[in-house]
Nanobody, 122 residues
Framework: VQLQASGGGLVQTGGSLNLSCAAP???????RGWFRQAPGKEREPIAC????????MYADSVKGRFTISKDNAKNTVYLQLTNLKPEDTGVYSC?????????????????WGQGTLVTVSS
């Protein structure tokens, strides 16, 4: 099973994007997380949502600007990006995750996929 991230693109500072992470063939109960890898940097966890979609967690760098949500009927997780900054540029990917004690401890679990590129111009 591969998760399919989509919705990336080029946007100006202050703009918005909506990312989606579809999981065809995957059970809906998995917690899911979004990761970001900026050019020349390590992949970092930025947000996660519980299997039920009720609980969420965010990195401080995106808190208040990004919103993660989950539609179990469609088995899709979304990441709404608002007030984008140039430092938000990177490849955004999604994965199933074990619920972490903190966002910094979030790691990929069994399933993940290719990411989608977000570029924020200044």
């Amino acid at each position: 099973v591969q998760l399919q991230a989509s919705g990336g693109g080029l946007v100006q500072t202050g703009g918005s994007l909506n990312l989606s992470c579809a999981a065809p063939g995957l059970a809906a109960y998995y917690a899911r997380g979004w990761f970001r890898q900026a050019p020349g940097k390590e992949r970092e966890p930025i947000a996660c949502v519980s299997g039920s979609g009720v609980n969420t967690m965010y990195a401080d760098s995106v808190k208040g600007r990004f919103t993660i949500s989950k539609d179990n009927a469609k088995n899709t997780v979304y990441l709404q990006l608002t007030n984008l900054k140039p430092e938000d540029t990177g490849v955004y990917s999604c994965a199933t995750v074990r619920w972490p004690s903190s966002i910094a401890h979030m790691i990929r679990d069994q399933y993940w996929g290719q990411g989608t590129l977000v570029t924020v111009s200044s």
